[in-house]
């Protein structure tokens, strides 16, 4: 995490970043920070919140955290509560809960399939819904964190495919809906990105990341930073007039095609 805070662009604010206690979600969280917002970190592990939380403060950023699961309503609930009561209305609010595994359709079990669905989709509403009466209203956007499997079928990943599609929809919906009453919502859609569970799990191999790195056309991993500065933009007010939309940050992965078999060479 970076010792300067230099940039400012949400000092005042307030978010709130589920799934945040490693990858993708702790990098935004600590992005966030540096650019001046008091930051609510969220995830089921509170030791490594708390440790992710000790490096912000440490750091000259304000945080805290909250241990909940997004399966669980009545939780986010609770943990909205908290948020507000810390640190006033939500600003920002960031869909970052992910589960992923490889596993065809036919050795995925129910439950497996299930499990991915309402940790990503399930999820996603409860976090949305349990957020609405404390955000700012107007002036909160909500970004939810989705996958080039919402548009591109890949073999193994029927679960994430169904569960990030309902996402972007769901996102969607929330940006006809509480449009009117200044809140933005917008998805972004992550490639393959180096340093995260998702990578080590589907692609275990060095062969197997140099075959997703092969199909990306800039030729490399993008960074947890390549995310966190594009949710910064989409969390500023440079993006005031952006709502609904899916925003690709990928290297042109996504134009590669049907995507092969993840978790193999």
Sequence with gaps: MSQTFRDGLLTGKTAFVSGSSSGIGLRIAERFAEAGARVML???KIDKLDAAVSRILEAGGTASSVAADVRDYPAMVDAMARTRALFGEIDILVCGAAGNFPAPVMAMSPNGF????????????HTVRAAYEHL????ACV?????????????AQAHVCAAKAGLERLTQ???????????????????????????????PTPEARQAVIASVPLRRLGTRDDIANLALFLASDAAAYIHGAVLICDGGHIHSGVGPPLGSA
């Design 136 to 139: 700012r209203k107007p002036g």
């Design 42 to 44: 969220h995830g089921r």
């Design 173 to 203: 919906c929330l940006a006809v809906e509480w449009g009117p009453e200044g809140i933005r919502a917008n998805v972004i859609n992550p490639g393959p990105i180096d340093g995260t569970e998702g990578m080590m799990r589907l692609a």
């Design 143 to 155: 970004i939810s964190l989705s996958a080039n499997h919402a548009s591109v079928p890949y073999a």
């Design 114 to 125: 299930k499990a991915v669905v309402d940790i990503d989709l399930l999820g996603t509403y």
